[in-house]
């Protein structure tokens, strides 16, 4: 018996779910293809597109990630870089300036190093400093420096070797100190009429630079003691010493004489941080008096020499 309900109507409406397997015709409902109403069939293609975006966005991420491991990574330490572009700054007579460029990347060192010939430290200077000053060097000599960079315990390849110059003071500004080997040679009429060697030592009255001296003179038989004045690297003084007495041997008297000694340097170096005299020459005149004793008596007398002097 036909249900009036259903006269009229069409089969009944097929489910939106199919169970599996279940074939799906032209028309049927629930697949949304109508050939009647011309939509044409579905396709994949708009779920292949969500995949590949989906992918694409992973693999962005997963570089990113990587990315930044590298940068940030800290068992990959960036190295420490060469110092470069060493160059020496302005020089005095007993110190030297050295300039370089810090690092154009990376992080600053920790410090500097300045090595001196054969690789001994001559100093340092902190990882923001671009420069430094070597003092306590020797005048009118040659240094050689090379720098390095340390961070985190690890030094960078040595810079360039830099040769460096201390400035050369003038003779005049030489000071004249120590034990001198003294040359004499008579060039006129002398007590004794010899050449031979002296030993002076210069004590300066002064604790640094040139200044007066006094001169201590050996031997015995040539004892004296002179202040030497000083003008620029000439010095001169005058004395009065006993240097031949006056009568034979075992009854003599007295015979002074005057003494007048000009000396100048001819040579300077620099020595422990002095620029020192090397050599000097001069001439030394010697002038006695008439003197006499009930028996016997000494002319008057002048002996004039030449002094050349070298560190003894």
Not at 206 to 216: E, F, K, S
Not at 255 to 278: C, E, K, Y
Request: with cysteine.
């Amino acid at each position: 018996m036909t249900d009036p309900e259903s006269v009229g109507q069409g089969p009944p409406a097929a489910s939106a779910w199919a169970a599996p397997g279940t074939p799906v015709t032209a028309g049927s409902p629930g697949t949304g293809y109508d050939p009647a109403a011309g939509r044409p069939p579905p396709t994949a293609a708009p779920r292949r597109r969500r995949r590949w975006a989906v992918i694409t966005v992973v693999a962005v991420v997963v570089l990113g990630l990587a990315a930044g491991l590298v940068v940030w990574a800290p068992w990959t330490p960036q190295p420490v870089l060469r110092p470069a572009g060493l160059v020496a700054g302005p020089s005095t007579a007993t110190s030297v300036t050295l300039r370089w460029s810090a690092p154009r990347t990376g992080p600053l060192p920790d410090k500097y190093l300045i090595l001196s010939q054969g690789g001994t430290v001559a100093g340092s200077a902190t990882g923001k400093a671009t420069s430094y000053q070597q003092n306590g060097l020797d005048p009118a000599t040659t240094y050689l420096y090379r720098v390095v960079a340390v961070r985190g315990g690890k030094r960078s390849p040595q810079s360039a070797l830099l040769t460096v110059h201390t400035l050369t003071p003038p003779i005049s500004q030489a000071r004249l100190q120590g034990s001198w080997s003294v040359y004499v040679k008579n060039i006129g009429s002398a007590p004794g009429g010899r050449n031979g060697y002296l030993t002076w030592q210069f004590s300066p009255a002064c604790a640094t630079g040139p200044c007066d001296v006094t001169l201590h003179g050996r031997p015995r038989s040539f004892a004296i003691t002179m202040k030497l004045t000083r003008a620029g690297e000439a010095y001169q003084g005058r004395a009065v010493a006993n240097l031949s007495p006056c009568g034979p041997r075992g009854n003599t008297i007295p015979d002074p004489t005057t003494l007048t000694i000009r000396i100048h340097i001819t040579r300077a170096s620099g020595q422990s941080q002095v620029w020192a005299a090397t050599a000097w020459a001069g001439t030394m005149v010697g002038t006695s008096q008439y003197v006499s004793s009930a028996t016997f008596y000494c002319t008057a007398a002048t002996f004039r020499a030449s002094l050349a002097g070298t560190p003894g």
